[in-house]
């Protein structure tokens, strides 16, 4: 499996220990930025995750600002996205078995790097269960469609 990430300025110290994770389990990541601590604005950096998972150029994306409201907002513009606003582990976990969410966002002021870690091991290693969920999917995937037109 292969993860992009990114974050704004508020998501930096939570994206190198996201990193450090990642590569202990053996998942390459890409990062899409940033690394400087001046204010940049979370849309330029939600849009090159979102992109990429979006195309299916990577499977699964991870995206931090302050609270992830902001990044949430700007990735399930994309087709195809269903990206996951997730604080705590339980819907860090569904969000797989039920949505299959390819993008987990999180609050890099809401949230410490324990959490994070819990919540980001526990996304990456939970199966979509399919069955019953696939027809939801559908149902989002013929919105979007219609929407298109």
């Known amino acids: 499996m292969k993860i992009a990430i990114g974050c704004d300025h508020a998501g930096i110290e939570l994206k190198k220990e996201i990193i450090s994770l990642l590569n202990n389990l053996h998942i390459e990541s890409i990062d899409f930025g940033t690394d400087r601590p001046e204010s940049v604005d979370y849309p330029d950096f939600g849009e090159k995750v979102s992109q990429v998972v979006s ?37 860090a976990k569904m969000s797989r078995l039920h949505n299959d969410a390819n993008i987990l966002v999180l609050g890099g002021r809401i949230i410490g790097k324990d959490l994070a870690r819990a919540i980001v091991q526990t996304w990456v290693s939970t199966p979509f269960e399919g069955e019953r969920h696939c027809r939801r999917i559908d149902k989002i995937t ?4 219609k929407l298109k037109r």
Do not use: D, H, Q, Y
Request: proline share 2%.
């Open 55 to 91: 195309t299916g150029e990577i499977e699964r994306g991870i995206l931090i600002c302050g609270t992830g409201i902001g990044m949430s907002i700007v990735a399930n513009k994309f087709p195809g996205i269903r990206a996951s606003l997730c604080n705590e582990l339980f819907t």
């Open 142 to 145: 013929r919105i979007e469609e």
